[in-house]
């Protein structure tokens, strides 16, 4: 039995919190139990709770390559299985079960549960997980799912309708999306559960679907071909023309953190960062991941997020919108995470062609950039904090704080840290930020620093 | 006859817009004319409409000194009375007869009109000023006041009931600071009029008080023995001992831009800067400063407004508590505008003694700096834009973009913008900003650059 996590999704739906370098699924928000104050993201709540029930032995995270540094930095010795580019869900699915075909030598007989990673439940729910692989088989169906028995007449969610109230396992007749209150309600006494979105499949069952898309059984193959695939969800592309469905009711809690409204319910305190509430704020969240001050006076209903991308206010009934309203905005993200460390933009004052970019970057003790060179613009640094090593064109320069560095258009460096190092970075020229990095291509923990100069 | 801008105060009513270094007078939010989509602030409003009166020629403006570059900034030839710290206004309006009388020469028999820069009105209210002298000694009162036709029963603002309603100028037998709104009523049955905190006075009358604290009427001695004024109001001070106050009737529109509700609504569009706000918003104003986004969501009677020193999100009903919230915030300004350009912190790493500060400069055309050095800091320039002449220990370098100059302590510079100039200047060591700054005694625009070296 195997699990998988999908963790894919670029969402602006947190903006500006997340971006297209920190999808949702990754901000530091929620709390890893219920009595805890500590934070963390979605990915690492299911984790841990995929622990807590033993299962994270078998369990891989499927997200898109750009994530995967972030995902390393957050859970260790995850394995993770990378999409391409962004396909939907069908594409993803096919990946992860050959993910666990070819890599980790999973049996075609075996089962794997996919299950979303922005859903908010308990304990509970990972318990039901193992039971479905013998759910599914007992009634020879040919996919397994999980019902959320409902709280309340959400219009918001998906509904399924079994054939029979009273079974524990329910054949399922038909799903409804997003049905208005009166319909739901109809739904809920009927018997209709909320689509968890986790599906039990067997994982031959799921890779013989390669051949349609001329795409043989291997990871790597379809890595390779994966723009091939049609970008399309598993609902459409496998759930809305299977068989047999069966479902598991899960009678527990259960939450969408698919928006604002949804997520800063789940805060465990109502100020994250820099912030000030006067007395008559009433049901308001505030996350500010900015230095300054966030002063909200008479606040009601409102969740307010700032961080370096952008500031947002927003009635909580009006949360379902801002991914619309947002997604004409491409700049770069003024805040990156990374394995070695964090990138900060402090300004750009480009014009046109010409780049004129600062930046703060602070690289974590002991971690260090390749050794590379930019061809069209020149770097000016200023160390701020800690101690380096830095190469340039061969030659080793300790930085300490208050030292200045042009590294001019063409010469080769790296940097590796000796301790935490922070520094201001000005890049001048026809280029800045993440591009024009050309790399040369050894690395300083594959050989020493001798044989490099 | 001569008038007097109080321009005085440096009120966080409108934080995060108005601070220290830019009190709220000076924030161009407002415009210059009704059908004006211009923006200036409220000194340059009521300094244009002086001047569309024709009485800008006697007019001087009394404010704090640290708010000497910023007027001149604004107003080109303003004369200005220099506050050597804030004690309230009676102090600042002795001050200011004292500097009408010797410095520009009036005699004691004349008058002067001290008027706040903080109320918005119509031309028709600068008509009236030059008529209060006449209506002050044609009654022989001690102090003419004008007071505003009431639109509705405020219950924020100060009201004078007059002895009786039908004359033209009219006797004022009381007043009533911020009434309930049935008290408010029940006054402007009888006549009673808002109280625009316009007051003439004989300079003679003014000057001669200055006895009472042992000053002698000199503007130089007033102003060097200040702190020995008592820091009280002139209301106080002077109107309520007066004998005999008579009022002008101004009948048009008057509002006090002392909140953000009241400022907000006077702005000609709903928003300035990079803001975004949905079709859900109503009545909602959004100034944004940074180059980052605000996106607003639904947001009903808001006023949002974000700078470098923070971010304010308000409902307009709640707008008055805010100097009081924000009234322990007491880090420095993150952007402050001077006479030679503009200074933004971009960063402040400081750790306890050990500062680290980054800030990006700007220096306008032809403006330079004061020969000076620093003891506790070095200090890393990058040239991001624009052509300067730095001096440095007697040298001359020219800065270009892409230029880095290390600055170290005890190094004497200063530098002169050949066109309009910006650079990254990062401060390192125990001091840092504008602290630790030792001028060397001579001035770039009274000696040629070879007598420097």
Known sequence: MYYVLLSGGSGKRLWPLSNEVRPKQ?????????NSMERCSMVQRVWKQMQEADLEKHTIITAGCSQEELIRSQIKDAK???EPEA???FPAVLLSCAYLHSILGAHKEEYAVILPVDAYTQESFFVLLPHLKEAVRSFNAQIGLIGAKPHYAASKYGYMVPLEQKQKVKLISRFVEKPDEAEAERLIR???????????VQIGDILSMASEFHLTESYEDIRK????????????????KADKLIALEYNGYWKDLGTWSAMAEQMSTNTQGNVLMDEHCLNTQVINELDCPIVVAGGKNLVVAASQDGILVADKNHTEGIKQLVQDFHSNPRFEERRWGTLQTLDDSSEGEHRVLTRKIKIYDGM?????HHENRDELWTVLRGQADLILEGNRIRLLPGKVICIRRGQRHAVKALEEFEYIETHVGSSGGNEDIHRITFKWDEISLSQIL
């Open 26 to 34: 990754y901000l530091k928000l929620v709390n890893p139990e219920s």
């Open 80 to 82: 993770i299985a990378l």
């Open 87 to 89: 396909r939907d869900t």
């Open 190 to 200: 009927q018997g209709a559960l909320w689509n968890c979105g986790v599906f039990c």
């Open 225 to 240: 071909n994966y723009h091939r695939l049609p970008a399309i969800s598993f609902d459409y592309q496998v759930l809305e």
């Open 368 to 372: 260090n950039s390749s050794y590379h």
